[in-house]
């Protein structure tokens, strides 16, 4: 999957082979400027995957008013299951905060521009304000949907467990402590949270952002709620 670039405009393509398709670009397009290619480090993405990512980068960069209009193709949404929805939103996240910090914006809308967007700002924050944390588990309000979707070690449930949800839609904090063995894992029902079922190792977990309640397992997390802090301009 690519994306041809330019200040303010993006192309969303997908192609078996990239080089060909770059050249055909060259030759027909004459306003991009780079190119980025999106993958994984093994080769991991079907094309059930891409056509998803594809759908909805076309989405985001049509609501920036950014999409060229060379896009005839508007993107194959295909259906993938619940997992996969969560991994490749997640891959998406990633990959817009990336481009965001090499400075490339056409998929950014006005309240995507945060100032706290990451592990290590969030530790230098809350430290300034004398709460210093050593280990927590972080999580970004998706941009896809009303969630955070943290993937957290088993072994967590057995200890003192922080947690650090980023509103950046309200620009605040949020931050839970949950104390050792107040949780199990559960398969079926609610009560519990639930294994990743391709790494078991670590929980999946999807809290909804505005009841920060747990989707699947309805696990509520508010009465762990110890403060939240705004950092709004």
Known sequence: MYLLISDNMVYVGQSSDLSKRIKQHLEGKDW?????????????????????????????ATK??????????KGNKKKIDKFRKSEMDQYIDEALFMLKM?????????????????????????????????DF??????NIGDYYWINPKVVYLKQHWD???????????????????????TENGTGGFYLRTD??????IHIDSNMLVENKGGVDFKPYVINRYSYKS
């Open 64 to 73: 920036t008013g950014r999409l060229s209009t060379d896009n005839k193709n």
């Open 32 to 60: 991009w400027e780079k190119v980025v290619i999106l993958t994984t480090n093994d080769d991991s993405l079907n094309r059930s995957d891409i056509d998803y990512l594809e759908s909805v980068l076309i989405s985001k």
């Open 199 to 204: 790494k078991p190792q670590y929980l999946n």
């Open 137 to 142: 588990t972080w999580a970004n309000l998706s």
């Open 102 to 134: 090499i400075d490339i914006k056409v998929f950014v809308e006005k309240k995507d521009v945060v100032r706290i967007n990451g592990k290590s700002l969030a530790k230098k924050f809350l430290a300034d304000k004398g709460i210093v944390l050593n």
């Open 163 to 185: 947690i650090i949800l980023n509103d950046w839609n309200k620009e605040e904090l949020i931050h839970i402590q949950i104390p050792a063995n107040t949780f199990e894992i």
